[in-house]
């Protein structure tokens, strides 16, 4: 038996000793600690979730009724909304889900007085007025991280939030895919595609790995918010915020990264316009058959495609015949924002 240190949720972990336990040895062990509340929550909280006891695994036994939050802990996205940790997703499916980008706020800490009722799992009321006093290690999962100067939690990737069985803040940022054709879409966390992307659009917040191909990708592009690693490409474009890697070949393509661009032994890149930041490292770069390879170490090549896409956006927000005047002044707010970081 595993008792939360606010006495609000207790876990029971059954292991496989080839002996029998039935359901008044489980009683006897909750009356013996001294439960008396929160049984019927948490049978309800695994339902709705459907989580399955497991030989060896704890899961929950006893909730505080009415708990919604720690105390001291204001989240700044809706738990209830949020992705299933125990159950598989295709990607289309992942866009119902909350999702955040890098290093954005996921809860504040309060240490002022809060308001709490209720009682714990011990049958003992919740003090209505307390001083929050909370231990962030507790509360602090996978791929998030606690900031001293804002008193907040953020996540230290893009991707999918959620709490754990501990009530802990998490972020789930490492997916996979299969093929991808004729969409646009907007993804959340780091990607690996084990197939070829095609005729498609994407904007990735996080890093993108390609095991097939990239191909016919022009119009939009592949946008990523992070670093590229691709064995071919050829006829598309790729911009990135961190490096791009061609394990192989790239024919053909707009390449830009704020970063470095690299290409090792064997590996090649031909035709089309490479920008980087930073440096180039390429094995062989150019075409004995002619063709016009433009190569160039460029300021930010990241943030000016970002600029036009936004630039493109605004415009378009702004000649349709029932204006949003919201989405035009969040494209202007992020304009704003880019020339500056591009100023700096």
């Excluded at 095609?198 to 022009?218: A, H, P, T």
Aim: include cysteine; aromatic fraction near 6%.
């Amino acid at each position: 038996m595993t008792i939360s240190k606010d006495d609000l949720s207790a876990y029971l972990t059954i292991e496989d000793n080839g002996i029998m336990i039935d359901e008044k040895e489980i009683s006897s062990l909750l009356s013996s600690v001294g439960i008396k509340n929160g049984l019927e929550d948490a049978i309800e909280y695994n339902n709705k979730h459907e989580l399955t006891k497991e030989l060896g695994k704890p899961f929950l036994i006893a909730l505080a009724s009415g708990q919604t939050s720690e105390p001291g802990i204001s989240y700044k996205f809706n738990h209830e909304a949020c992705i299933d940790i125990d159950k598989q997703y295709e990607m289309d499916a992942l866009a119902q889900f909350e999702k955040v980008e890098k290093d954005q706020p996921l809860a504040d800490i309060s240490v002022e007085k809060t308001e709490a009722d209720g009682i714990d799992i011990f049958g003992k009321e919740i003090s209505s007025e307390s001083e929050s006093q909370v231990n962030v290690e507790d509360i602090l999962g996978n791929n998030v991280y606690y900031s001293a100067e804002t008193n907040q939690i953020l996540s230290s990737d893009a991707g999918y939030p959620y709490l754990d069985h501990e009530n802990k803040i998490c972020v789930k940022t490492n997916f996979i895919s299969q093929d991808i054709h004729d969409v646009v879409k907007t993804i959340y966390g780091n990607m690996t595609i084990d197939g070829v992307i095609s005729n498609s659009s994407l904007e990735v917040f996080g890093d993108l790995w390609v095991k097939g191909n990239i191909r016919n990708c022009m119009t939009d592009g592949i946008i990523v918010h992070g670093d590229v690693i691709l064995d071919y490409t050829e006829n598309s474009k790729i911009v990135a915020s961190g490096k791009i890697t061609v394990n192989k070949n790239a024919r053909n393509c707009l390449i830009y990264a704020n970063r470095a661009i690299e290409a090792g032994n064997n590996s090649s890149i031909s035709g089309g316009v490479i920008q980087s930041g930073e440096r180039l490292d390429v094995f062989s770069i150019g075409s004995p058959l002619g063709i016009l390879t433009e190569v160039e170490i460029a300021i930010a090549p990241f943030l000016k495609e970002q600029i036009r896409l936004t630039g493109n956006k605004l415009t378009q927000a702004r000649n349709v015949s029932e204006v949003d005047e919201t989405l035009i002044s969040s494209l202007v707010g992020n304009l704003k924002e880019l020339h500056c970081e591009y100023n700096n």
